[in-house]
T-cell receptor
Framework: QQQVKQSPQSLIVQKGGISIINCAYE??????FPWYQQFPGKGPALLIA?????SEKKEGRFTISFNKSAKQFSLHIMDSQPGDSATYFC???????????FGTGTRLQVFP | DVKVTQSSRYLVKRTGEKVFLECVQD?????MFWYRQDPGLGLRLIYF???????EKGDIPEGYSVSREKKERFSLILESASTNQTSMYLC??????????????FGSGTQLSVL
């Protein structure tokens, strides 16, 4: 049973464009939604995270948009750069648990 | 700088062998996790531990066991390796307290091939 569905599986964006990755969750008890970034040969690293008390969180060129009623959240990368080329994972968990449920990942390629 | 170290970057084993994957963290974290990463399936939780000598099953524990004798070390054991256990294995740790609460710190992974 896949509790966090992520799309698209892969994404190709031109430098300077906007990259958008979407995730949907099923469990309404989830209250923590992080995004992890993974470069080849490395483990994932936390990029940005949001809780459902806000609808948007921005850190530099990275923004999470959160829609509680639709049970969806998305990552927007503005002014995408070749250095952003990586695999991105959304995830979700309940604060009462430290157990993260991950999406299936999106491989982003940004071309100059 | 925080560090999660996995003992091997690449490992090749034969079917039926007993395999040990070791993970050490230097952050004094209570929580430790083992995930496997497969293309198109993302990261799936195998086992996790909230404290020394404690372990809990994740979503795909079949064919695996774990050991946590010391706080900083969490071992994943494949009792009898099979070809469907060929995968990238990722260890992670976290603390239930502080500013980095809920943040997972990952190792660089062990790519295991079972022939």
């Amino acid at each position: 049973q896949q509790q966090v569905k992520q799309s698209p599986q892969s994404l190709i964006v031109q430098k300077g464009g906007i990259s958008i990755i979407n995730c949907a969750y099923e469990n309404t008890a989830f209250d923590y939604f992080p995004w992890y970034q993974q470069f080849p040969g490395k483990g994932p690293a936390l990029l940005i995270a949001i809780r459902p008390d806000v609808s948007e969180k921005k850190e530099g060129r990275f923004t999470i948009s959160f829609n509680k009623s639709a049970k969806q959240f998305s990552l927007h990368i503005m002014d995408s750069q070749p250095g952003d080329s990586a695999t991105y994972f959304c995830a979700a968990s309940k604060s009462s648990s430290d157990k993260l449920i991950f999406g299936t990942g999106t491989r982003l390629q940004v071309f100059p | 700088d925080v560090k999660v170290t996995q003992s091997s970057r690449y490992l090749v084993k034969r079917t039926g062998e007993k395999v040990f994957l070791e993970c050490v963290q230097d952050m004094d974290h209570e929580n430790m996790f083992w995930y496997r990463q497969d293309p198109g399936l993302g990261l799936r939780l195998i086992y996790f531990s909230y404290d020394v000598k404690m372990k809990e099953k994740g979503d795909i524990p079949e064919g695996y066991s774990v050991s946590r004798e010391k706080k900083e070390r969490f071992s994943l054991i494949l009792e009898s390796a099979s070809t469907n256990q060929t995968s990238m294995y990722l260890c992670a740790s976290s603390s239930p307290r502080g500013a980095d609460r809920e943040k997972l710190f990952f190792g660089s992974g062990t790519q295991l091939s079972v022939l």
